[in-house]
């Protein structure tokens, strides 16, 4: 007898072809994106520093601005009293401006300075990456470094400024100064004076910045262009106004806010050169934000710097604007904010527009008076001969090229030889004022002591283990994280592209008491490990920026060959992208190496003992009181600059072309 065989019911039979587990799968996908699982895999480096490191410790500062903290005393919740208190306060108001006016200042006089040294560079055939090179060294050498520099620059005694106004003085029998004794200059004692003088450090030390992404966007840029307007008769100003402004829109903009954000929380070189000193004169907010720590109430401190947190904000939003363009996706909530900045400051939108329209009827008003002047001159002078009106006027751009580039590396150079000459002068010239200009005799003594009878072969250790692994870390982390944030499709890429820029926005001042903590907890302060862990969260943003756009510009066709023979979405990343963004990936090294060798503030507060200090901190402690060991402070400047310095100048093309390749093209 045939036993006849059970079959489930209808409504037991899954979809034709559908399982369970495939349902759920589209489900995921549908709300999280087709890449989800092997985006916030790549991203999870990043994600894991992010949130860790950064996200964390700004809630609990936030938390503790509505605190009345003193030391580590919790003693009750106060609300906004702490903001309130600083509004009162006359020197929170004024040390705010002040970084207002320092800010302006010093970001406006670095991006023309940038641009006329990239343009300069650009027109440069020979000996370009020597000239280059040179330009970049004061943006390279360590904060610390150039804090010493400029206090012996600007010592009214017998800084290098002032003996050298001292000589051209006597050289011109005081014609130069109109006839006026010149009785020296007190550059950073003078409460006018000081803030402008920090102004000229913060530009000195930030114009290879701007020069390099500039000569980076101008390299981009199509030559064609160029030779078609000259063709059609239009002159090296028109030129520029009309193909080098417009190419470098993107850049100017990101360099720029760049620039604003790490200026406006600078700390480190006014400390060390001036302390906020005379009266206050050069106290920042950041300056003012460590006082407060120092007197032990940490409310007030958060406080300070969070109120200005909504102001790096409007700048930290129009940069992750730009530097999300050409993204896949952005997502909606990050255009409505956008729109609602750009409502909320269209009367500021207006007047700058008003200004450009200003701008260009004067410069068709001058370049029509000039074109008059210029056809009468060569009318006479070269009797319509156009060959030699094209030699002299090819005589005149390259007379003006040189004489830009000789004034700009002389200037960045000229701290440099001070800090040579001085390193290898005896003690007894600095006494006597002896030979102000060259060391005579000659000695090596404070080098000796340096190695032989300082801690100085220590703290390089510590900075060199410190930086490696901090490099590597930031390598990491930000080449699977932007390659996530550009290539993969998943929820939540536009928000962490923007935490990642947040970051950038956090001033470290604020982060230190939070981080403390947290470290303290992980007993891992007076460590090297503390800086090793917390050095590469602020390495990220840039590398992150640089990196998506060197991803954007590699075609995707070629992973999705990869993919098709067999590789997934891991292994497309690391054998085909990877080794292509090898010059990215050298100019992140640079920069994260730059960075680590250069901190000063977290090396300063999370490491007490004299084991794990870093070259920054050490060299600050040889200043005791206002007694400077010179010759030492000098030599150890040398010797910690000798080794990223020529890391620079075998590594500058690959930063170059790193920065060329696409991250400057938006």
Same mark, same amino acid.
């Given at each position: 007898?045939a036993?006849?065989?059970?079959?489930?019911?209808?409504?037991?039979?899954?979809?034709?072809?559908?399982t369970?587990?495939?349902?759920?799968?589209?489900?995921?996908?549908?709300?999280?994106?087709?890449?989800?699982?092997?985006g916030?895999?790549?991203?999870?480096?990043?994600?894991?520093?992010?949130?860790?490191?950064?996200?964390w410790?700004?809630?609990q500062? !936030?938390?503790?601005?509505?605190?009345?903290?003193?030391?580590?005393?919790w003693?009750?919740?106060?609300?906004?009293?702490n903001?309130?208190i600083?509004?009162?306060?006359?020197?929170?108001r004024?040390?705010?401006?002040?970084t207002?006016?320092f800010?302006?200042?010093?970001?406006?006089?670095?991006?023309?300075i940038?641009?006329?040294?990239?343009?300069?560079?650009? *027109?440069?055939k020979?000996?370009?990456?020597?000239?280059?090179?040179? +330009?970049?060294?004061?943006?390279?050498?360590p904060?610390?470094?150039?804090?010493a520099?400029?206090?012996?620059?600007?010592?009214?005694?017998f800084?290098?400024?002032?003996?050298t106004?001292?000589?051209?003085?006597?050289?011109?029998?005081?014609?130069?100064?109109?006839?006026?004794?010149f009785?020296? +200059?007190?550059?950073?004692?003078?409460?006018?004076?000081a803030?402008?003088?920090?102004?000229?450090? *913060?530009v000195w030390?930030?114009?290879?910045?701007?020069?390099?992404?500039?000569?980076?966007?101008l390299k981009?840029?199509?030559?064609?262009?160029?030779?078609?307007?000259?063709?059609?008769?239009?002159?090296?100003w028109?030129r520029?106004?009309?193909?080098?402004?417009?190419?470098?829109r993107?850049? +100017?903009i990101?360099?720029t806010?760049?620039?604003?954000?790490?200026?406006?929380?600078?700390?480190?070189? !006014?400390?060390l050169?001036t302390g906020?000193g005379?009266?206050?004169?050069?106290?920042?907010?950041?300056i003012?934000?460590?006082?407060?720590?120092?007197?032990?109430?940490?409310?007030?401190?958060v406080?300070?710097?969070?109120?200005?947190?909504?102001?790096?904000?409007?700048?930290?939003?129009?940069?992750g604007?730009?530097?999300?363009?050409?993204?896949?996706?952005?997502?909606?909530?990050?255009?409505?904010?956008? @729109?609602?900045?750009v409502?909320?400051?269209w009367?500021v939108?207006?007047?700058?527009?008003?200004?450009?329209?200003?701008?260009? #009827?004067?410069?068709?008003?001058?370049?029509?008076?000039?074109?008059d002047?210029?056809?009468?001159f060569?009318?006479?002078?070269?009797?319509?001969?156009?060959? @030699?009106?094209?030699?002299? *006027?090819?005589?005149?751009m *390259?007379?003006?090229?040189v004489l830009?580039?000789?004034?700009?590396?002389?200037?960045?150079l000229?701290?440099?030889?001070?800090i040579?000459?001085?390193?290898?002068k005896?003690?007894?010239?600095?006494?006597?004022?002896?030979?102000?200009?060259?060391?005579?005799?000659?000695?090596?003594?404070?080098?000796?002591?340096?190695?032989?009878?300082?801690s100085?072969?220590?703290?390089?250790?510590?900075?060199?283990?410190?930086?490696?692994v901090?490099?590597?870390?930031?390598?990491?982390?930000s080449?699977?994280?932007?390659?996530?944030?550009?290539r993969?499709r998943?929820r939540?890429?536009?928000?962490i592209s923007?935490?990642?820029?947040?970051?950038?926005?956090?001033p470290?001042?604020?982060?230190?008491?939070?981080?403390?903590?947290?470290?303290?907890?992980l007993?891992?302060?007076n460590?090297?490990?503390?800086? %090793?862990?917390?050095?590469?969260?602020?390495?990220?943003?840039?590398?992150?920026?640089?990196? %998506?756009?060197?991803?954007?510009?590699?075609?995707?066709?070629l992973?999705?060959?990869?993919?098709?023979?067999?590789?997934?979405?891991?292994?497309?990343?690391?054998?085909?992208?990877l080794?292509?963004?090898?010059p990215?990936?050298?100019?992140?090294?640079?920069?994260?190496?730059?960075?680590?060798?250069?901190?000063f503030?977290?090396?300063?507060?999370? !490491?007490?003992?004299?084991?794990?200090?870093?070259?920054?901190v050490?060299?600050?402690?040889?200043i005791?009181?206002?007694?400077?060991?010179?010759?030492?402070?000098?030599?150890?400047?040398?010797?910690?600059?000798i080794?990223?310095?020529?890391?620079?100048?075998?590594?500058?093309? #690959?930063?170059?072309?790193g920065?060329?390749?696409?991250s400057?093209?938006?």
């Open positions: 007898m036993v006849p065989i059970a079959r489930p019911g209808a409504a037991e039979l899954p979809a034709l072809g559908v369970p587990h495939r349902s759920l799968n589209r489900w995921l996908r549908h709300m999280f994106g087709d890449d989800w699982i092997t916030y895999l790549f991203a999870a480096p990043m994600l894991l520093l992010l949130v860790g490191l950064i996200a410790p700004l809630l500062a !936030i938390w503790m601005s509505f605190h009345n903290v003193v030391g580590p005393r003693t009750g919740f106060v609300g906004f009293r903001y309130a600083q509004f009162e306060d006359p020197i929170f004024r040390s705010f401006w002040l207002v006016q800010t302006a200042e010093s970001v406006f006089f670095k991006f023309l940038g641009l006329a040294a990239a343009l300069a560079l650009h *027109n440069v020979r000996y370009r990456s020597v000239l280059t090179a040179l +330009i970049l060294a004061p943006f390279i050498v904060e610390v470094v150039t804090a520099t400029f206090r012996l620059m600007y010592n009214p005694v800084g290098g400024l002032n003996m106004l001292r000589e051209i003085y006597n050289l011109t029998g005081g014609q130069v100064f109109w006839g006026f004794p009785k020296g +200059i007190p550059w950073t004692g003078d409460p006018v004076l803030l402008q003088s920090m102004v000229a450090v *913060n030390k930030g114009v290879p910045f701007f020069t390099l992404l500039s000569l980076a966007g981009a840029i199509d030559h064609e262009l160029y030779d078609a307007s000259a063709v059609d008769g239009a002159n090296a028109q520029f106004l009309h193909i080098s402004l417009p190419g470098l993107y850049v +100017i990101v360099e806010l760049f620039s604003t954000i790490s200026t406006f929380n600078t700390f480190g070189l !006014i400390y050169i906020g005379p009266g206050g004169a050069t106290r920042l907010y950041a003012r934000a460590y006082e407060l720590i120092g007197s032990l109430r940490y409310g007030h401190a406080a300070v710097a969070l109120l200005v947190a909504p102001l790096l904000a409007i700048a930290v939003i129009v940069l604007h730009y530097m999300r363009a050409g993204q896949r996706s952005v997502e909606s909530s990050e255009n409505i904010l956008y @729109r609602l900045l409502f909320w400051v009367p939108s207006m007047a700058v527009r008003l200004l450009v329209k200003i701008f260009w #009827f004067l410069n068709g008003v001058i370049e029509r008076i000039c074109s002047i210029a056809r009468a060569f009318s006479v002078v070269v009797r319509n001969n156009t060959k @030699r009106h094209r030699a002299i *006027n090819r005589g005149v *390259n007379g003006l090229i830009a580039i000789a004034a700009i590396t002389f200037v960045e000229y701290p440099f030889y001070w040579a000459i001085t390193s290898f005896t003690n007894l010239q600095f006494q006597q004022f002896r030979s102000v200009f060259w060391p005579a005799p000659w000695t090596f003594d404070h080098y000796i002591w340096l190695f032989t009878k300082s100085f072969p220590l703290w390089l250790r510590n900075t060199v283990q410190v930086a490696v901090a490099m590597i870390i930031s390598l990491v982390a080449s699977l994280g932007a390659y996530a944030l550009v993969l998943w939540g890429a536009g928000f923007t935490a990642i820029l947040i970051t950038y926005l956090m470290g001042i604020m982060l230190v008491v939070p981080l403390y903590q947290i470290f303290a907890n007993r891992i302060v460590s090297l490990y503390s800086l %090793m862990v917390a050095y590469p969260t602020f390495l990220m943003p840039f590398a992150a920026w640089l990196l %998506m756009g060197y991803y954007r510009s590699i075609p995707e066709e992973e999705e060959a990869a993919l098709i023979d067999g590789c997934n979405k891991f292994q497309a990343w690391y054998r085909i992208v080794p292509l963004v090898v990215a990936l050298m100019a992140v090294a640079l920069f994260a190496l730059t960075n680590a060798w250069n901190e503030l977290f090396a300063f507060i999370f !490491i007490q003992s004299n084991e794990g200090t870093t070259l920054p050490g060299i600050g402690r040889l005791v009181g206002d007694v400077f060991a010179w010759g030492p402070i000098m030599a150890a400047s040398v010797t910690m600059s080794p990223v310095v020529t890391f620079y100048a075998f590594a500058q093309r #690959f930063l170059v072309e920065l060329t390749a696409g400057v093209k938006g």
